[in-house]
């Protein structure tokens, strides 16, 4: 299908969150902004309940604390998420905490962020009680809230001043604190809203601690009006799409995969798979003469997505662009993105009617992207402030390096071709992408998760299979000798090793590879 880039979305630049509160709340307000289920009932809080709430919480923590380090550790919620409004509007500064860190991880993020106290919820670290740290729970907020009607906030938003301390994934390494702005998380917001605008409500299930499940998957919808409904764990998804009826998701890879495999192992149960099979055919040969019936016959599989899904914003790992194509026949269109936590986090996305398969997109507005030495490097006001360590921020220098390789082709969309510090150098000096094999291998519908890595000179690759293909190594060295196939000695598979078990992933599904590297050392 033939596509014309078109002209930014247009609406306001924000220099601040005091600013971005502002115009929500006078813009949309008795919208619903947010909604969620608090002990079975459907709780929704308009655009003017969610500022005022807001307002009354900063004016406690105003009272209470200035200029502190405050953690927050919880699952998703709606007080998580006044919360880390509140603070940051209060002058303090917010630390974002896994809720999921084990004691140890935990203990060092704290002493990382030098968080004075920490916010967390009760039905999450339960070790809390041992640290060195004042705490406070979450479920307190509410009472916090009502208490800061009683005074008043009189700080004064210094939009380019340490707002927030996000911690990287630590999927190859030890998890920085990245220190982020005002500024750089409405640039951020304002950027990433001026190449891609949702129609209607969303979902939010990524976690709120990571920039992406916060900057991108609910200031940015609430920028554009849109109503979120804040899942809390993963039990409440499918419950909460088909109550919402969610016209964008903002997903990571493993749960475009995931859905994939579901609406597959569903038709096979149902002896639907041949039908399923004709219906993509037939609804895809369609389209390519201009007749678009895709949602028509993929009716009863977007039900199960609430009906009215089109658009899902993915990022945070690599998605093969089958999946992409795939999920365009049923009539929803996956839209690549590219971020790091360094870049508050959005830094290209695929536009909604001018997209590119294989690439994340174009830079967002006001973000200049340079490929140097062939690595991405960014600049512009969504680059940190900087590393936060040991009391003091280190800044990035006039580019930030992602650390990604990549390329831009004549119409501006990015491609990754791969991740420098996982580029495996062998003894003839040659440099190997594992992703780019990685990607080779996950076209064979028996790998579900793979990682490729190098044992001395040789290249191996580890493989988590699909079930009806655990411990089958016959199908395993079949995958290997055609991959080999016309491939130089330098670049070839000396094994397959097969697991029985996941890889080790964090919040947002991303394999840890450090993890991964400890095994086989």
Known sequence: MFQKNYPYYEHPKLK?????MDYISTKYNTKVAFSYHKDEELIRKSFLDFTADVKNLSNFFYKKYRGKHIGIAGENSYNWLVTFMALILSGNIAVLIDKDADEDLLKRLIKTGDVDILYYSENYLPFVKKMHVKSEALETIPEKVEEGKNYNNEHTPKDNAPAAIFFTSGTTGANKGVVLSEKNMTADIYGASSLYMPYGATVSILPFHHSFGLVTAILMPAYYGVETYICSS????????????????????????GFYRQIWRTARKSHKETLLKAMLGISGNLNRVGLDFRRTFARSILREFGGD???II????????TYVKWFR???????NGYGITECSPVLSVNRNKY??????GQPCRDVEIKI??????ARGDVVMLGYYEKGKITPPGKYFHTGDLGRIDKDGFIFITGRIKNTIILSNGENVSPEVIEADLLKNKGVREVV??????MIKAMVYPEENRIGDKTYFETIRRRYNYNKPDSRKLAEINLRTTEFIKNNTKKIIRSKIMEENS
């Open 355 to 360: 997209y590119r398969d294989g690439s994340i």
């Open 329 to 335: 026949k049923l009539g929803i269109d996956v839209l």
């Open 309 to 311: 899904l089109k658009h």
């Open 372 to 377: 140097i030495d062939g690595e991405i490097c």
């Open 452 to 457: 490729v890595y190098a044992d001395g000179n």
């Open 16 to 20: 601040n969150l005091s600013e971005y």
């Open 314 to 321: 993915c990022g945070g790992a690599y998605l093969d662009p």
């Open 234 to 257: 993963l039990k409440r998804f499918i419950e909460a799409t088909q109550l919402i009826h969610p016209d964008t998701l903002f997903l990571v890879p493993a749960f475009v995969e």
